[in-house]
Nanobody, 125 residues
Framework: QVQVAESGGGLVQTGGSLRLSCAVS????????MGWFRQTPGKEREFVAAIDWSGGIINRADSVGRFTISRDNAKNTVYLQMNNLKPEDTALYYCAAAIRILGTASSDPRGYGYWGQGTQVTVSS
């Protein structure tokens, strides 16, 4: 059974940094795209960043230069380094593992079949 577990959320001030981690167990990690999404109450889940098996990366436009996704295949872990955080980044952040092996990075949540419970990020102004 595939399990996805996020950690690293918290409360920071505007301009601060956080690094989210996501550990995956239950299947081969290095052959699958991993993604980060976020959601605020009353809104749809939105894409943040994704990294595929070859290291290909895509980011949401307003996070370029601030958020960096990376993966450590030896540790079965994907990271999201978030710098220069803004109040509008406040959300529940989810990590997700893609369904299809050796796929390219995607922002479409329908391509991800395994989701964690989320970790809360709160940025105070």
């Amino acid at each position: 059974q595939v399990q996805v577990a996020e950690s690293g959320g918290g409360l920071v001030q505007t301009g601060g940094s956080l690094r989210l981690s996501c550990a995956v167990s239950g299947r081969t990690f290095d052959s699958y795209t991993m993604g980060w999404f976020r959601q605020t109450p009353g809104k749809e889940r939105e894409f943040v960043a994704a990294i595929d098996w070859s290291g290909g990366i895509i980011n949401r436009a307003d996070s370029v230069g601030r958020f960096t996704i990376s993966r450590d295949n030896a540790k079965n872990t994907v990271y999201l380094q978030m710098n220069n955080l803004k109040p509008e980044d406040t959300a529940l952040y989810y990590c997700a593992a893609a369904i299809r092996i050796l796929g390219t990075a995607s922002s479409d949540p329908r391509g991800y079949g395994y989701w964690g419970q989320g970790t809360q990020v709160t940025v105070s102004s």
